[in-house]
């Protein structure tokens, strides 16, 4: 698509998405409604509303409820036509109770958030490598969760299992185990309880087996992809490719959209929240934000202390200030947020000293 000039007022759009409709709605600059209208969530759907939005004046822009879910399609579609999409939060409970439910009412909530300036978010782009990555990510994700599972089932099984079952395998490693387990031979008669105890053991085993292959295989598949998108990322000290593909799915395939890393360092929910009160001041652990990006920098700081010298000498100095290791953690992971969105967005950046550490507090 390309994108074309109308002639009119300039009107702003808003739409609140659904699986199988999408509904649309436009105002004008003062934010009277103009008119809504019910699409389909098809190809077709979304250029028609489109033309739709445009019949009626100058598009500015269109706020879009969900552009990570439902309304994924349709905000590429949008910008493709060379539309400004704004991603809008849906109304909290209280608007909700207080104006109502129902579709034209959340598609002009979408346009007056983004007339009225409450909604700047840009949406994720999600036409990249990056987002090959998040998609590969929740099949390993999925299969690793499959994986622990089955190892759950597994040890229950072997507690209340006949003691000759268990004394069989008392003491191996779960390598060993897994590898002993696969080979058992539960006999034809089933009524028995060690048979069938064997036969499910052997199952659940052949099951860890093969998601342990599929999990390889998705590791080899997703590394290459990580280093593709982001190659600066992996050279950071503590950052793997199941972390730093975590943090890419975070940011998405334009992570220039947040303005700066403090805005990124909101998104992975390690901006410091104030919590000072008459002579105390300090700051506390944020609880918002992405829960998996702020859990790889979890991650990557707890490698950085065990294993990082220019980090252990910034604990050691911070606990003898008074900081509690949460405090010591949350600006270690506020510091790393900075290194981490420098290498997202190519960043300049020069070599960091010790001394460094001490604004991420």
């Known amino acids: 698509m390309t994108s074309m000039t109308h002639d009119g007022p300039q009107i702003t759009g808003g739409v609140d998405t659904h699986g199988l409709t999408h509904h649309a709605a436009v105002i004008d600059p003062v934010g009277r409604h103009l008119a809504d209208q019910e699409f389909p969530a098809t190809i077709r759907g979304y ?5 739709w939005m445009r019949s009626h004046g100058t598009l500015v822009a269109v706020g879009v409820e969900g552009t990570g879910a439902y309304g994924a399609e349709l905000a590429r579609v949008l910008t493709a036509a060379g539309v400004s999409v704004v991603d809008v939060d849906r109304p909290d409970r209280k608007t909700r109770r207080m104006k109502g439910k129902s579709d034209p009412i959340d598609a002009y909530a979408a346009a007056t958030a983004v007339l009225s300036g409450r909604a700047t978010g840009t949406p994720k782009s999600r036409d990249g490598v990056v987002e090959a990555v998040r998609v590969l990510r929740i099949a390993r994700r999925s ?122 360092a909101h998104l992975a929910g390690v901006a410091p929240i104030p919590a000072s009160s008459g002579r105390t001041h300090r700051h506390r652990l944020n609880r918002g934000g ?72």
């Open 47 to 51: 250029r028609d509303l489109l033309d």
């Open 143 to 264: 299969a690793v969760k499959a994986r622990t599972q089955a190892m759950n089932q597994i040890r229950g099984l072997l507690v209340s299992a006949p003691a000759m079952l268990r004394e069989q395998v008392a003491g191996l490693d779960r390598a060993v185990l897994i590898r002993t387990l696969a080979r058992l031979r539960p006999g034809d008669d089933l009524s028995r309880p060690l048979a069938a105890t064997r036969a499910s053991l052997r199952r659940l085993a052949r099951r860890h087996q093969a998601l342990d292959a599929e999990i390889a295989e998705l590791d080899t598949e997703i590394g290459p992809l990580v280093k593709q998108a982001a190659p600066a990322l992996l050279e950071l000290f503590g950052v793997g490719p199941e972390t730093a593909g975590q943090l890419l799915a975070s940011a998405g395939d334009n992570p220039e959209r947040m303005r700066s890393e403090g805005a990124f």
């Open 290 to 361: 992405d829960r998996a990006a702020n859990n790889a920098l979890h991650t990557i700081v707890l490698t950085r202390m065990r294993f990082d010298e220019r980090t252990r000498a910034y604990v050691e100095r911070r606990t003898k200030q008074g900081l509690n290791k949460k405090d010591i953690m949350r600006c270690l992971k506020r510091f790393v947020a900075r290194e981490v969105y420098r290498a997202l967005t190519h960043t300049p950046t020069e070599r960091t000293t010790q001394t460094d550490l001490a604004p991420a507090a």
